[in-house]
């Protein structure tokens, strides 16, 4: 559960982590119980789709001479190539790849086609176009080579497929690739530095690292209200902006320091879009 190195000294907190596994990061699984309507953890979970757009940036082993379905250590052996490619070969690669580029995403994946997801149709054996999307790799960095293994560190925009990143790189060297270890050290401003193990975490302790909710929205533009319009903003009614107001998502605190929610600006107004009270 990776920690802010600054955490706000006021406000409800929520944990902020983040799955990782050895293979398939990319895919999304839910586990535990459901916070109690009205508890820090459930406000923090409406919170959460604030984190969905965030830069990530991930360590990724990738197995040359092997294609799988998957594009990851799951999936079955569909080709094996020998692998030529050197240090210099794989340097020569990478520029390719980097900035905003696009790329199929997987078969196995939970993006829709048709309104079912593609990995439902990759199991029934269902011949797909794989839809594609643009995405941003800002870092492709090869911290080591140890044929037939590569590590890169990879910074990217939000919706990159490392797998895919291992499949094209690999059918670019000549010998196809797969991802065989993934690990995600960073999502925008939270890192690994103080990151804690689920297991090592007994629940006397977890109060402790749990951060302010504030923290979740550090990376948005910050307005700050009077108390007369932040009790208009948690009220759900919309308050005159200035013509200088940032645009999109801001985080709104009040006169006290007080973290209220999200607003946007609309028509001159500001709307209140998730708020900590009232009927957002």
């Known amino acids: 559960t990776p920690r802010s190195s600054s955490r706000p000294a006021t406000g409800p907190r929520a944990s902020a982590c983040?799955?990782?596994s050895s293979a398939g990061a990319e895919s999304t699984s839910r586990a535990g119980p459901t916070p109690a309507r009205g508890s820090p953890t459930r406000r923090a979970t409406r919170r959460g789709e604030y984190l969905g757009g965030l830069y990530k940036v991930y360590e990724t082993t990738i197995r040359l001479?092997?294609?799988?379905?998957?594009?990851?250590?799951?999936?079955?052996?569909t080709a094996e190539r020998p692998v030529t490619a050197g240090e210099a070969d794989i340097l020569a690669a990478l520029p390719v790849f980097r900035g905003i580029i696009r790329q199929r995403v997987p078969s196995y994946s939970a993006v829709k086609r048709d309104g079912r997801p593609l990995y439902e149709r990759a199991r029934r054996g269902e011949?797909?176009?794989l839809p594609q999307r643009e995405v941003t790799i800002h870092t492709l960095e090869l911290m080591a080579y140890e044929p037939p293994h590569l590590t890169l560190r990879v910074a990217c925009s939000s919706g990159t497929y490392i797998r895919s990143l291992a499949h094209d790189l690999g059918e670019a060297l000549g010998c196809g690739g797969?991802?065989?270890?993934?690990?995600?050290?960073?999502a925008n401003h939270f890192t690994l530095e103080?990151?804690?193990?689920?297991?090592?975490?007994?629940?006397?302790?977890?109060?402790?690292?749990?951060l302010s909710l504030e923290a979740i929205v550090a990376h948005l533009p910050r307005a700050e209200f009077d108390e007369a319009a932040a009790a208009e903003l948690g009220f759900g009614r919309r308050v005159p902006a200035d013509?200088?107001?940032?645009?999109?998502?801001?985080?709104?605190f009040g006169p006290d320091g007080r973290f209220?929610?999200?607003v946007a600006v609309e028509e001159g107004a500001w709307r209140p879009k998730k708020m900590m009270s009232g009927v957002n």
């Open 18 to 20: 983040w799955p990782t």
């Open 65 to 77: 001479g092997q294609t799988t379905t998957t594009y990851d250590a799951e999936g079955e052996v």
């Open 127 to 129: 011949t797909i176009e």
């Open 178 to 186: 797969h991802v065989a270890a993934l690990r995600r050290t960073a």
């Open 194 to 210: 103080d990151a804690v193990v689920l297991d090592e975490l007994p629940p006397e302790n977890v109060a402790a690292r749990m």
């Open 243 to 252: 013509a200088g107001s940032p645009t999109g998502d801001t985080a709104a």
């Open 260 to 262: 209220l929610g999200i």
